[in-house]
């Protein structure tokens, strides 16, 4: 909930690295929805409470998604990402 409220408190963000974090599929769906015409550049490695996510595919002008040992995802989000 603290992360959530603090996205908030973070208009047009164009870089966003919650590498080594504790969120979860809710702090991602709130990306989405609050940075899908600003965000270019998503770095969530390393995240293991990641156990599924929404389609990153409303992230307009995302150029960069970094994922790197986040093991928990599930093989249908894999696919939503592709």
Known sequence: ADMIDAL?????ILRLNLS??????RVVTKICESYFESL??????SCQVLLDT??????KKLQIL?????????????????
Request: charge should be positive; hydrophobic fraction near 40%; include cysteine.
């Open 40 to 45: 270019v550049e998503l770095r969530i490695d």
């Open 54 to 59: 929404p389609s990153l595919a409303k992230l």
């Open 20 to 25: 080594f974090t504790s969120i979860n599929d």
């Open 8 to 12: 908030d408190l973070l208009p047009g």
């Open 66 to 82: 970094s994922l790197k040992q986040c093991r928990k995802i599930a093989p249908t989000a894999m696919e939503n990402i592709k």
